[in-house]
């Protein structure tokens, strides 16, 4: 069992950056894949980023490359996700998730959700 908790959303104006941390509970977080994806009000839950679990091995989706950089510290049991040159359509609740797969690209990789972190970029 792993327990997720985002922490660092909040409101920035267009350009701005936030960085998002994800602290998983227990101790195999190393074993674990770890991803974030992001959910718009009435849009489904989208991919955003993963990482592999020696963080070897990233992925992004087209629209955050070059913006977003997503790292890990497993000696912390922690993620993060560094966001630079926010866009209004970053707009989404941020969510961190933990899976077995080598990588979660898909919602359906994930075993382990947190609760979510609004991040909201002001125009």
């Known amino acids: 069992q792993v327990q997720l908790v985002e922490s660092g959303g909040g409101l920035v104006q267009a350009g701005g950056s936030l960085r998002l941390s994800c602290a998983a509970s227990?101790?195999?977080?190393?074993?674990?894949?770890m991803g974030w994806f992001r959910q718009a009000p009435g849009k489904e839950r989208d991919f955003v980023a993963t990482i592999s679990r020696g963080g070897g091995s990233t992925n992004y989706t087209d629209s955050v490359k070059g913006r977003f950089t997503i790292s890990r510290d497993n000696a912390l049991n922690t993620m993060y996700l560094q966001m630079n040159s926010l866009k209004p359509e970053d707009t989404a609740v941020y969510y961190c998730a933990a899976g077995r797969a080598f990588t979660i690209v898909r919602v359906t990789s994930a075993d382990y959700w947190g609760q979510g972190t609004q991040v909201t970029v002001s125009s």
């Open positions: 227990g101790r195999t977080f190393s074993s674990y894949a």
